[in-house]
T-cell receptor
Framework: AQTVTQSQPEMSVQEAETVTLSCTYD???????LFWYKQPPSRQMILVIR????KQQNATENRFSVNFQKAAKSFSLKISDSQLGDTAMYFC????????????WGLGTSLAVNP | ETGVTQSPTHLIKTRGQQVTLRCSSQ?????VSWYQQALGQGPQFIFQ???????GRGNFPPRFSGLQFPNYSSELNVNALELDDSALYLC?????????????FGPGTRLTVL
């Protein structure tokens, strides 16, 4: 069965510092996609970053970057120069590229950015 | 460009009742996915609709059903409500059923079953 594990229920970071959120996953598929989503207190889910499993290069989006270790099935999110607006729940998710189109989510990490 | 909208925002029902939740997809999107997010949990995939047909389903009983209309808006129906159905229900739309396409989420409907 496909699973996504986020082992850090809560984290905090000082404004302007860097923080890394961990995610491990398990899938039997060879082709899949990985995502980090952000859910601020207002609750609307927003895509932060996406990684195609067949691409070796780590995805980056401005202050957000991932460390994708395919062999270890690890997909961590690094947030640089943290801002107060980064305070949110962060979810890691995995989507197989086959016919089974379930997006499987982790339990989330609550990130607090402190001034 | 209008984003994904959901109605109602909040809903209170009693056990055994039926409920219909609605979702309007973002302009140009033909795929809608529904998720259940219990308090303190990650979202759970319920099902996906692509061009008015179900295109994948999660581990939810048949009393969870859906529809997608020609304008690609969608409904989620839940019959015989149970206490454990209390959750935030999220709708997400995307441009195609392509697996890597970004899903755009609505604000959700908070359902409370008493």
């Amino acid at each position: 069965a496909q699973t996504v594990t986020q082992s850090q229920p809560e984290m905090s970071v000082q404004e302007a510092e860097t923080v890394t959120l961990s995610c491990t996953y398990d899938t039997s598929e060879s082709n899949y996609y990985l995502f980090w989503y952000k859910q601020p207190p207002s609750r609307q889910m927003i895509l932060v970053i996406r990684q195609e499993a067949y691409k070796q290069q780590n995805a980056t989006e401005n202050r957000f970057s991932v460390n994708f270790q395919k062999a270890a099935k690890s997909f961590s999110l690094k947030i640089s120069d943290s801002q107060l607006g980064d305070t949110a729940m962060y979810f890691c998710a995995c989507l197989n590229a086959g016919n089974n189109r379930k997006l499987i989510w982790g339990l989330g990490t609550s990130l607090a950015v402190n001034p | 460009e209008t984003g994904v909208t959901q109605s109602p925002t909040h809903l209170i029902k009693t056990r055994g009742q039926q409920v219909t939740l609605r979702c309007s997809s973002q302009s140009g999107h033909n795929t809608v996915s529904w998720y259940q997010q219990a308090l303190g949990q990650g979202p759970q995939f319920i099902f996906q609709y692509y061009r008015e047909e179900e295109n994948g389903r999660g581990n939810f009983p048949p009393r969870f059903s859906g529809l997608q209309f020609p304008n690609y808006s969608s409904e989620l129906n839940v019959n015989a409500l149970e206490l454990d159905d209390s959750a935030l229900y999220l709708c997400a739309s995307s441009q195609s059923s392509g697996t890597g396409d970004e899903q755009f989420f609505g604000p959700g409907t908070r359902l409370t079953v008493l």
